[in-house]
């Protein structure tokens, strides 16, 4: 009896040790004042959807538009609120299902329609959460210029 107290105690501290210790940060007010204040300072007219994703629609398109299921091409330019840019695709554009990117895209994309563009401001929680992924910090707000070349 004394082995298996003994086993479950060590069980425990390993269990405990190995948690992760970097808990889920809830950036949303952060976020939605960062994303306010970018809005203002570049004379924007942005959309708030809700679930906290602004977009603005600079030319809506005139062609197909897509579902959040849909598989699209897409060509993005991808930058924080401070400039800095940290993804662009080439421009013809690159294809992929909106299942398969973060939420920020999957809501925002189907705003336009083939032949439109805008962007997409994306709060973290949208994005990548509160880690960190791929040199994108946890927390990050993310800004894409896109601009929707077909719905495949």
């Known amino acids: 009896m004394k082995h298996i107290l003994s086993a479950l105690l060590a069980l425990t501290l ?5 948690k992760d210790n970097n808990p889920t940060v809830d950036y949303t007010a952060k976020n939605e004042q960062e994303i306010k204040d970018y809005i203002a300072k570049n004379n924007l007219t942005a959309q708030r959807s809700a679930s906290g994703l602004y977009y603005v629609i600079k030319n ?23 400039g800095t840019v940290f993804d662009k695709s080439p421009d013809a ?4 299902g909106l299942q398969q990117v973060i939420k ?3 809501e925002g994309i189907p ?5 439109g563009d805008g962007i997409l401001l994306v ?9 960190n992924y791929q040199g994108i910090p946890g927390g990050s707000v993310l800004i894409f210029d896109v601009k929707l070349i077909s719905v495949n």
């Open 93 to 96: 554009g690159i294809s992929f």
């Open 111 to 115: 705003y336009f329609k083939t032949g």
């Open 14 to 18: 390993f269990i405990s040790c190995t």
């Open 104 to 106: 920020g895209w999957t």
């Open 60 to 82: 809506l398109g005139t062609g197909t538009q897509p579902t959040a299921s849909s598989n699209v091409t897409v060509a993005y330019k991808g930058y924080f609120t401070n």
């Open 123 to 131: 709060p973290s929680h949208l994005g990548y959460g509160s880690y």
